[in-house]
Structure formats: structure tokens, C-alpha cells
């Protein structure tokens, strides 16, 4: 059965930090690129960032410098490190598992990330 699971979401003061954390199973970690998106209310899904399977990563514009996507492939986990946090970064962040072999592509059910004072 394929799991992804996010945890690490919460409510945050502007400027603050937090690290999202997305675990895997059921499926073989290593070969599956990694992914966060986000939804805010009334607004379309957006790619936050990514990470190849070999490391590489890429990041939103509107996120350069400030956040940063890593995996672990020992322990089948993606993280995302948020610093300096905005308003405007409130939103519902998801984790995705792509195979481009394949096509296979696993969502988790999303963190909430809510960024006020």
C-alpha cells in the first residue's frame, strides 16, 4: 500500500521557520523524484519545489533563497526547509512521488502552513 505522509505543518509568525517533512511507503523510494506543491485557498496547485532522483533540485521563483528541498533516501523521506516565511506562503503544502519510467504518481493528503502574527 503506498503511504505518503506529510507532517511538520502548523502556524508560524512572518519571518519564522519551519521543515516539512513527507514519508514514504510502498513504493521504492530511491527511484521516484520528490516534490512539494501548495494550494491556498481559491488559487490552482503550484510546484514549490523538486528533487531528482540523483539530487538535483529546483525551486519557484517565489521561493528562491529561502526554501530548501532535500531527501533522505535511507529513511524514504523528502524534507522542506522553510525559512523566513511570508504571508503570502499560507497555503495547503503536498508532497508528490513521480517515476518518469513509468508515469506513476502518488500524492499525500497535505499539511497545513499558516503564516501570521
Known amino acids: 500500500q503506498v503511504q505518503l505522509v506529510e507532517s511538520g505543518g502548523g502556524l508560524v509568525q512572518p519571518g519564522g521557520s519551519l521543515r516539512l517533512s513527507c514519508v514514504a511507503s510502498?513504493?521504492?523510494?530511491?527511484?521516484?523524484?520528490m516534490s512539494w506543491y501548495r494550494q491556498a485557498p481559491g488559487k490552482e496547485r503550484e510546484l514549490v519545489a523538486a528533487i531528482s532522483i540523483v539530487g538535483g533540485t529546483n525551486s519557484a521563483d517565489s521561493v528562491k533563497g529561502r526554501f530548501t528541498i532535500s531527501r533522505d533516501n535511507a529513511k524514504n523521506t523528502v524534507y522542506l526547509q522553510m525559512n523566513s516565511l511570508k504571508p503570502e506562503d499560507t497555503a495547503v503544502y503536498y508532497c508528490?512521488?513521480?517515476?518518469?519510467?513509468?508515469?506513476?504518481?502518488?500524492w499525500g493528503q497535505g499539511t497545513q502552513v499558516t503564516v501570521s502574527s
Open positions: 510502498g513504493f521504492t523510494f530511491r527511484s521516484y523524484a
Open positions: 508528490k512521488a513521480f517515476r518518469r519510467f513509468s508515469g506513476d504518481t502518488y
